[in-house]
């Protein structure tokens, strides 16, 4: 048996003739497991991408590829030595003709995952050496929240998390699930999960811990907990905290000395909720109307948080829509009035509810020849949600921070272990514009779309 990892977590396999035919859980806190169960299935599928291709008309002439054919052609199988040199020039053309800022070369990675064997991060090294590629800033998982915690409460909102699933346990005794289904979304992450969290979730499920699931369907995690669920309307998450709020600050359950010691701009907050301009309260009763939960089921919902120390872990999902940046900025509020910040196992927080955080992490040292760039690498950074305009090649210039952004003109794209296509919300929209590059170069080890989209 041989040990592999993987973002599913940590295995054991058993290999015979170059296939795996057995596979079995390293640790004993896997998660549901059945993710790296599928791996015989994903290794030997007939997807796999096992020679390199190249598109017909690409290969015929690279000076005329024809896009519009891109996603409609047949591949040509071709050697090692041919696919390498058309690379190459695709990319030495894009150089010299236009700069780095004519190459993109981002991707999600979730296809790859160590030091060394991460095709994103050898993609972008190579990038960095030739002088310097596109690349974005913010993406669309947590776009709102990267912006709003890290201006509001001046960390990261991905990493390091801020509290572990042990200090819950020992601290809290109300647990908060809002927009967050931490059974689920803790068994894969960005890097390699142990899963110890698992044995954690056991120990909340038999706590005398009060258990709450804030969602628009009763989760997987509600079930599992045999949370107290309360079902909102979709996008009306806002509304609910800040009719919270009202009932908090006109009870006398929040913490005026937190506020003023702590917290910049809570008169105006005030002044809002208490309808002080516009002559609508926002309190309970409104927020019931809007959020489709009962009054009472609200109030009694506040006052518990209210009477005992109170862990909100919320989830990506709650700022998902329009104006999803106000869903953020409400749940911080909440939490500042119900004075759990800085408390070990309360609070607020968003890391510990996916991706395995909270568990305890084993880190691998940075590699200086992969993880810093050259210093004549000219890095060219627009925003995610951005970059399907910057291949439509239309918009010149966006705002950013109170700052002036040049939209690179791009020409050719190369990603690793990642799918475009998989991650942008209009995928015709992204296929018209794929079609305006010279060239798509993609290392994949499936048939992915972008795969099966590219030159």
């Given at each position: 048996?041989?040990?592999?990892?993987?973002?599913?977590?940590?295995?054991?396999?058993?290999?015979?003739?170059?296939?795996?035919?057995?596979?079995?859980?390293?640790?004993?806190?896997?998660?549901?497991?059945?993710?790296?169960?599928?791996?015989?299935?994903?290794?030997?599928?007939?997807?796999?991408?096992?020679?390199?291709?190249?598109?017909?008309?690409?290969?015929?002439?690279?000076?005329?590829?024809?896009?519009?054919?891109?996603?409609?052609?047949?591949?040509?199988?071709?050697?090692?030595?041919?696919?390498?040199?058309?690379?190459?020039?695709?990319?030495?053309?894009?150089?010299?003709?236009?700069?780095?800022?004519?190459?993109?070369?981002?991707?999600?990675?979730?296809?790859?995952?160590?030091?060394?064997?991460?095709?994103?991060?050898?993609?972008?090294?190579?990038?960095?050496?030739?002088?310097?590629?596109?690349?974005?800033?913010?993406?669309?998982?947590?776009?709102?929240?990267?912006?709003?915690?890290?201006?509001?409460?001046?960390?990261?909102?991905?990493?390091?998390?801020?509290?572990?699933?042990?200090?819950?346990?020992?601290?809290?005794?109300?647990?908060?699930?809002?927009?967050?289904?931490?059974?689920?979304?803790?068994?894969?992450?960005?890097?390699?999960?142990?899963?110890?969290?698992?044995?954690?979730?056991?120990?909340?499920?038999?706590?005398?811990?009060?258990?709450?699931?804030?969602?628009?369907?009763?989760?997987?995690?509600?079930?599992?907990?045999?949370?107290?669920?309360?079902?909102?309307?979709?996008?009306?998450?806002?509304?609910?905290?800040?009719?919270?709020?009202?009932?908090?600050?006109?009870?006398?359950?929040?913490?005026?000395?937190?506020?003023?010691?702590?917290?910049?701009?809570?008169?105006?907050?005030?002044?809002?909720?208490?309808?002080?301009?516009?002559?609508?309260?926002?309190?309970?009763?409104?927020?019931?109307?809007?959020?489709?939960?009962?009054?009472?089921?609200?109030?009694?919902?506040?006052?518990?948080?209210?009477?005992?120390?109170?862990?909100?872990?919320?989830?990506?999902?709650?700022?998902?829509?329009?104006?999803?940046?106000?869903?953020?900025?409400?749940?911080?509020?909440?939490s500042a009035m119900l004075d759990g910040f800085g408390k070990a196992g309360e609070g607020l927080d968003i890391g510990i509810g996916f991706g395995g955080c909270g568990d305890v992490v084993?880190?691998?040292?940075?590699?200086?020849?992969?993880?810093?760039?050259?210093?004549?690498?000219?890095?060219?950074?627009?925003?995610?949600?951005?970059?399907?305009?910057?291949?439509?090649?239309?918009?010149?210039?966006?705002?950013?921070?109170?700052?002036?952004?040049?939209?690179?003109?791009?020409?050719?794209?190369?990603?690793?272990?990642?799918?475009?296509?998989?991650?942008?919300?209009?995928?015709?929209?992204?296929?018209?514009?794929?079609?305006?590059?010279?060239?798509?170069?993609?290392?994949?080890?499936?048939?992915?779309?972008?795969?099966?989209?590219?030159?």
């Open positions: 048996m041989k040990l592999g990892a993987n973002r599913y977590g940590t295995y054991y396999a058993k290999t015979q003739d170059n296939k795996i035919t057995n596979i079995e859980p390293f640790s004993p806190h896997q998660g549901l497991f059945e993710l790296n169960l599928a791996m015989q299935d994903v290794l030997n599928h007939s997807s796999r991408v096992k020679h390199p291709y190249v598109r017909k008309s690409f290969l015929d002439d690279p000076t005329n590829p024809k896009p519009e054919l891109r996603g409609k052609e047949e591949f040509v199988r071709v050697s090692w030595e041919v696919a390498l040199d058309l690379t190459a020039q695709s990319l030495k053309q894009a150089y010299e003709k236009h700069g780095a800022s004519a190459v993109y070369g981002e991707s999600y990675f979730w296809g790859a995952n160590g030091r060394v064997s991460n095709g994103r991060r050898c993609v972008r090294r190579m990038l960095d050496l030739m002088g310097g590629f596109v690349s974005e800033s913010g993406d669309y998982s947590l776009g709102a929240g990267i912006v709003v915690f890290e201006r509001v409460l001046g960390r990261d909102v991905y990493f390091p998390v801020t509290d572990n699933w042990q200090a819950v346990l020992k601290n809290a005794k109300n647990v908060v699930f809002w927009g967050a289904n931490p059974l689920v979304t803790s068994e894969i992450s960005s890097r390699i999960p142990l899963h110890n969290g698992y044995a954690c979730f056991e120990k909340l499920r038999q706590s005398d811990i009060k258990i709450y699931s804030v969602d628009v369907f009763k989760n997987e995690s509600a079930k599992y907990f045999n949370a107290k669920t309360l079902l909102l309307r979709p996008s009306t998450d806002t509304a609910m905290m800040i009719g919270m709020c009202h009932y908090l600050y006109t009870n006398n359950l929040h913490d005026d000395k937190f506020l003023e010691n702590n917290c910049v701009g809570f008169d105006k907050f005030k002044e809002y909720f208490m309808g002080e301009k516009d002559g609508v309260v926002k309190d309970i009763a409104w927020a019931s109307e809007i959020c489709g939960i009962a009054k009472d089921e609200i109030e009694g919902f506040t006052l518990e948080l209210a009477k005992n120390s109170t862990k909100i872990i919320c989830g990506r999902s709650i700022q998902r829509s329009d104006h999803g940046e106000q869903a953020y900025w409400a749940i911080i509020a909440l084993y880190k691998a040292p940075n590699m200086k020849n992969f993880c810093e760039s050259p210093k004549n690498s000219k890095l060219h950074v627009i925003p995610s949600s951005r970059m399907i305009e910057a291949f439509e090649g239309k918009t010149q210039t966006l705002e950013q921070n109170g700052e002036v952004i040049n939209m690179p003109n791009i020409k050719v794209m190369i990603s690793a272990s990642g799918n475009l296509f998989t991650r942008h919300q209009d995928s015709n929209r992204a296929a018209i514009a794929l079609r305006k590059l010279d060239a798509i170069i993609t290392l994949e080890p499936f048939w992915t779309s972008q795969a099966k989209f590219s030159d």
